[in-house]
């Protein structure tokens, strides 16, 4: 039984740092005495970032910086009426320091905003109608230092001491003085009888050669007194058959008992990604006595091959063609519910992705089912971003806050790499990271750390370390984040193993901005440039694809945008702009990124020919590929082509030969349809030659109030 404490509470900030020495924890202080100049409790309607709750534009604004100058104490009255003869509390998420006590008895405390936390109350927690006084001390810090004091580059430079990627990401992602705090989520005190299962049950299994059958091990802790009887059922999510049941009986002790249930599994069918397969789960009830959880899964291999060659992604043994976009919908992780997940993860499957990145964060536990479910794999990053400290003791607290997240998240076949730290020590160079926070603190302590916490699922050790033999991954902001003097079309000739990162950002719909009076206002003065912004991501988005995808498999196994929806109304790196609607861009991907997709083999000056790619396992036979080119209206090619495309296949359908030099405006328009008189694949391209020029005022100009580019407003 779960009584829910997620109503009925009051806050305070202790603008002096005196909540303890004036005994809040007990409850007893008259708010109104004169002298001692505490705040009042002011009751609250939800459990929220604080800002969210108390500012009306919690995304910016110099005014932020005080939520989090001094910690906020929160105070919740209620009373037990249940039997039980176990209590526990537990909070979903705090942001980010906490304290608690119960009935003026500290309970313990907590680090970190993503993992669930718990204590035991049984003895503390008053029954039969009387009052119990829970209180919670929560608090997220400024950080103050800049490594080698090098403020012109404070954005990159400060040295966060927290554990936490939802701030000081001031780089038109997060704006500088926001800095989210506060309890959000569940609050519920766990009433129990005699038998309980205390943690979430682990799920390890071995595929045998053939991977149609499996041999699992359901690995548990429970808690009671004398014999009971623990049965593991797991059950086929599609078709709801029961593939296995064992049931063990264990002599329990108050103290928590490990348990293992084995059981042989046939006739699996694999998790697999949306486009190349069945997304199938399964899913495990553990019962032991009157307890049970539920908890799903699904059987898949995972691997990644490193070497100088390529690194590449192995799903199921088979090369996974990744078709990324990096997703960070909300600085304010308690603003996200499964709705607005479900809207986003439909989306980019619509997009054609086939993989998200979640960047220096962790996601509320509903993202990860609803990716199971779509089959969207997963890149997961920690939340090391930049700089931070490297010593022994902050090293520590680092691995054990990712490392609980990773058990958290352990059971979901979504997640194929966990990231141990992002763009570690850069800034010394824009082709790579690296340096003493790769190869010294915290990088070989956090590879150990994960590695031997999953040794089932491959680690990159820091993103953008593409020298790194642990690592193989790249960076890329030509034509965009790398400065002016450059334009995208400059990657030509360029070749990537596995991009990580690219994009550009561009303001979304005018109307949306428009609702943000004091963000509209800063940036009107670019508005008349905004549809030659949007225009210029879209190209450039685009013109990224296509060159990953000329590459494909040589070398080239992916890539990864950045990222998909803006982060905030004033931040624009996304598809989609903070409101959910669309921007150019999207026209684009739903031609360039799909599975299967048709384009023009280019350069900058020349186009030399039509490809047909496919990365679905999908063979479509013969496929009548039809190309028009137009130059200023005058046609110079109208022509179709039959090639036959298999699965997982690339095919070279014509030969072109158009150069910049000799024609004033091509527009190109391909189509590819199956023999049934299915369109498999479309592109088109206007003015194909015509790539704009990088965006006037873009990266360098930013409003830090905001946290804003501001292009040449």
Known sequence: MKVDLTSGWQVLQDVHHAGEALGLPSGDLDHTEIGHQLSEWEPIDRLQHLQVLFSAEPYWGRELRYFNQAPWWY???????????????????????????????RLGSHEGYAVPFSFDVTDLAR?????????????????????????????FKVIRNMVK?????????????????????DVELIVTDAVRITEQPSIHYELDDGKSSAAIAISAKVAGSGEAKVTATITDVTTGFVVARVTQEVELSAEPTSVRIEARVEGIVLWNTWDVGEPRLYDVELRAGEANTNIKFGFRTVEMVRNESQTTLILNGKRLYVRGTSYFPDVYLSTLTSERYRRDLHAIREAGFNLIRIHVHIQQPEFYTLCDELGLAVMQDSDYNWTHPEDEEWVKRLTSIYVDAMRMLDHHPSIV???????????????????????????PQMYEAITAADPTRPVIRGSFCNFDPL??????????LEGNHEDYVEIDGTTEKLNTEFGFDAPGCEANLRSVPRVYKRLKSALPRLAAIQHYQARLIKYYIEHYRMQRWNPNSGYIQFMFIDLSPQS??????????????????????????????????????????????????????TVAVRDEGRTLLEKTSEVDLGAREQVRVLDLELNKADSARIDVRLSAVSGSGEVIARNQYDDMFGHPRHVEGHPHRLSHDFGMRLYNA
């Open 75 to 105: 105070k919740n009255e209620f009373t037990l009426d249940e039997e039980g003869s176990h209590l526990e509390l537990r909070f979903s998420h705090v942001d980010y320091y906490c304290e608690v006590w119960l009935n003026g008895s």
């Open 572 to 625: 624009f790196y996304g598809a989609y702009d903070w409101w959910g609607h669309p921007k150019p861009v999207v026209d684009e991907l739903l031609m360039s990124n799909q599975p299967v997709t048709v384009l023009v083999e280019q350069t900058a000056e020349e186009a030399t020919g039509v490809l047909l790619i496919n990365d679905s396992p999908r063979s479509f036979g013969t496929v009548a590929v």
């Open 165 to 185: 990627g939802t701030y000081e990401h001031d780089d038109a992602l997060i704006a500088r003085d926001v800095n989210p705090v506060g309890i959000y989520g």
């Open 127 to 155: 029954r039969n109608g009387e009052k119990n006084l829970l209180i919670v001390k929560v608090w997220s810090p400024w950080d103050d230092d800049v490594q080698d004091a090098h403020h012109a580059k404070r954005a």
């Open 417 to 443: 790499t966990w990231i141990g730290l992002n763009e570690p020590g850069f800034f010394g160079t824009l082709d790579h990271s690296g340096g003493k926070a790769l190869t010294e603190s915290p990088g």
């Open 471 to 480: 690592s193989g991954d790249t960076h890329n902001y030509r034509g965009s």
